[in-house]
């Protein structure tokens, strides 16, 4: 009875040293949190395993009043708009039903990001940053307008050993871009 109780608390230490020693995993995930941007009260959280970032748009917010908000938006803060991919036009003319909006918006600020482009040139695959409009069926399979990006911060993971600049450079470009998005959603200019 006595050797049971005493490989008991061993057998219980050694668990709880276990689980004391993994604790030093926190660090990392801190480091994880650090390299995403920042979203603005009532947006939803950003799942860090992910590149996109999709938030539905307000009800009574048309694709047009989306399309006008970006353009303001960004344009007040400094971005260009270089291109504009119309997906669902050329879906449709090769005679397939693209089943609602389906387009792909590039902005660009180079001051923003030009730290990234500098410390890791090959990070230009990911240049310019994009914004997807587009419909997809909601619960009721009723068509429902989202707004999407890829994160910078996301993309900055496929580049080995960032610098601190292009870390801080691509949160900075992705906080920016996730608040133009929210206000889009909602019509804002």
Do not use: W
Request: with cysteine; glycine share 6%; hydrophobic share 40%.
């Amino acid at each position: 009875m006595y050797r049971t109780n005493v490989y008991l608390k061993i057998v219980m230490a050694i668990l709880i040293l276990s689980i004391a020693a993994c604790t030093g995993n926190i660090p990392v995930m801190a480091s994880k949190a650090e390299m995403i941007g920042k979203i603005r009260p009532g947006m939803p959280a950003i799942d860090p395993d992910t590149a996109i970032y999709e938030l539905p748009v307000n009800d009574g917010v048309s694709y047009q009043d989306v399309v006008d908000s970006l353009k303001s938006l960004s344009e007040g803060l400094n971005f260009v708009n270089p291109a504009n991919f119309p997906i669902g036009d050329h879906i449709k003319s090769r005679g397939i039903d693209p089943q609602g909006i389906k387009e792909v918006r590039s902005f660009c600020n180079l001051s923003m990001g030009t730290e990234i482009i500098l410390d890791h040139p090959e990070f230009l695959v990911f240049a310019p940053c994009r914004i997807a409009i587009y419909e997809k069926p909601d619960v009721h399979n009723k068509l429902k307008l989202f707004i999407a990006m890829d994160r910078p911060t996301f993309d900055l993971k496929s580049i080995k050993n960032p610098t601190e600049r292009a870390k801080k450079s691509a949160q900075e470009l992705e906080t920016i871009l996730l608040e133009i998005m929210d206000r889009a959603r909602k019509g804002d200019f």
